[in-house]
C-alpha cells in the first residue's frame, strides 16, 4: 500500500540544506548544545557520564514528571514520550482509526494530519479556515466557521483534528471559541487530537488556550520542543492524554516505530524544559523584531501580497493577489535563493505563501526579497 506523497517534506528536503535564505521555516532560532547548558547551568559532566542504552518505552520519568507540570490534568503516567513528534500523529492516528472511519481536519495543515487518516481508508472531511477578501487593520484575515463544524459532525465523526496556535496562518481563537469547539465534539463523542506545537508563541500571552488534554477527557495533546523552544534537532515531542485505554493502543503501535526514545535527546529535553520559560520568551522577542520588519514590508508591496498578520506562533499566511505560488516560489529560489512554502503543499490552493518569522536571518531574507520584487517591477 503507497504512501501519499508528503509534499512539505519533499519540498524541504529539495531546497533546505541548499537556499541561502530560509524565509518560510516553521522553527524558531537554535542553539548549540554548549548555548543550552550555558542557559540552563549544567555541564557537558552529566552526558559524559551518561549510558547509552535502551530507554523507557513510554520516556524517561523524571522527563515526563517535567512535562506533566506542563498540564493540569495529565499526570507523569499520562504522558508519552515520543522519539519524534511526527511520530505522535502517526501513533495516535493509527490507535484510533479503522477503514471508513469519518474524521474532520482543520485546513490548512501539515500534511500528515490529513494523509495519515486518507492513508488508513478514512473519509476525511476538511474544515477550512475562512480568509476575508480584504482583512481589518491589525490581527484577522482569518476566522473559524463554528457553523459549518457544527455540520459536518456526524454520528459516524470518530475524531476532530485542529492545530492551535495554527500552522500556517498564525490564527489563535478566543477562548470561547475554543470551548465552542470542544463542546461541539464532545457532544458527538468524538476524540479530539490537539496539535499545540506552537503553544506558548502567543504574541499576546494572556491569550494563550488551556490545552485540549485539559479540556476533554478525550482529547489527545500533541506538543514538544521543535517550534516554541527553537530545538528540532533533539527530536523530542510527547503526547499527553487523559483516557488510560487509548494510551495503551498508542504504546502498542509506538512499539512498532521508535520502541523508544534516544538518551542523550531525552536528557536535553529535561535540561531544556527546566529553562522552557526563557526559550520561549527568547523566540517570542526574535519573531516579534521579524513582525516589525514585516509590516511595512507588507505595506509597501500590497500590489503583491495580502498580509494577514498572526496571532500567534512563528508562521504566517501570506496571500498572493496574481500569481501562482508555486511559480513565484520556484522563480524566487531559483533566481534569488530565497525560500518560500507555497501552499500548494499544505492542501490549500496555489494562491498563499508561508512565511517563518522565528529566525535571526529573517532580515537577510527579507531584504533579498525586496530585492528581487524591486529588479520584477522595474
Not at 38 to 57: C, D, F, K, P, V
Not at 151 to 178: C, M
Not at 208 to 235: F, H, I, N, Q
Not at 260 to 277: F, H, M, R, T, Y
Request: negative net charge.
Amino acid at each position: 500500500m503507497k504512501s501519499k506523497p508528503f509534499h512539505t517534506e519533499r519540498f524541504f528536503a529539495i531546497h533546505e540544506f541548499t537556499a541561502p535564505h530560509i524565509l518560510c521555516a516553521s522553527d524558531c532560532e537554535s542553539l548549540t548544545v554548549d548555548e543550552l547548558l550555558q542557559l540552563a547551568g549544567a555541564s557537558w559532566e552529566s552526558l559524559g557520564r551518561l549510558r547509552l542504552g535502551y530507554t523507557e518505552s513510554q520516556g524517561a520519568p523524571a522527563l515526563r514528571e517535567r512535562i506533566a507540570a506542563l498540564y493540569t490534568s495529565a499526570s507523569a503516567d499520562q504522558i508519552v514520550g515520543l522519539g519524534a513528534p511526527e511520530e505522535g500523529i502517526f501513533i495516535t492516528l493509527h490507535a484510533l482509526l479503522e477503514p471508513d472511519d469519518e474524521v474532520i481536519v482543520l485546513t490548512p495543515c501539515y500534511d500528515s494530519l490529513v494523509n495519515v487518516a486518507e492513508h488508513l481508508g478514512c473519509r476525511v472531511v476538511r474544515w477550512s479556515l475562512v480568509e476575508a477578501d480584504e482583512p481589518p487593520a491589525g490581527p484577522g484575515g482569518w476566522r473559524l466557521d463554528l457553523d459549518a463544524l457544527e455540520q459536518a459532525v456526524t454520528p459516524r465523526t470518530k475524531l476532530v483534528i485542529v492545530n492551535f496556535p495554527h500552522n500556517p496562518t498564525g490564527y489563535l481563537p478566543s477562548r470561547d471559541e475554543w470551548r465552542a469547539i470542544v463542546r461541539i465534539v464532545e457532544r458527538s463523542g468524538a476524540w479530539l487530537f490537539s496539535d499545540e506545537m506552537y503553544r506558548g508563541l502567543e504574541h499576546d500571552l494572556a491569550a494563550r488556550l488551556p490545552s485540549g488534554c485539559d479540556l476533554y477527557e478525550r482529547a489527545v495533546t500533541l506538543a514538544g520542543l521543535s517550534k516554541t523552544y527553537g530545538l528540532p534537532g533533539l527530536r523530542a515531542g510527547w503526547l499527553a492524554l487523559q483516557d488510560r485505554s487509548l494510551q495503551e493502543r498508542i504504546m502498542g503501535w509506538k512499539d512498532y516505530t521508535t520502541i523508544c526514545a534516544s538518551a542523550p535527546a531525552e536528557v536535553l529535553a529535561q535540561i531544556a524544559l527546566q529553562v522552557g520559560d526563557k526559550l520561549a520568551e527568547r523566540n517570542r522577542r526574535i519573531i516579534q523584531g521579524n513582525l516589525a520588519l514585516a509590516e511595512p514590508f507588507f505595506a509597501r508591496w500590497q500590489t503583491v501580497f495580502r498580509w494577514n498578520r498572526p496571532q500567534a506562533g512563528s508562521v504566517a499566511f501570506v496571500g498572493l493577489r496574481t500569481q501562482s505560488a508555486r511559480e513565484f516560489s520556484d522563480r524566487l529560489v531559483a533566481e534569488r535563493g530565497v525560500l518560500l512554502l507555497p501552499s500548494t503543499g499544505l492542501g490549500f490552493g496555489d494562491g498563499h505563501v508561508r512565511f517563518g518569522l522565528g529566525r535571526l536571518d529573517f532580515p537577510a531574507g527579507l531584504e533579498q526579497l525586496d530585492r528581487y520584487l524591486i529588479e520584477k517591477a522595474q
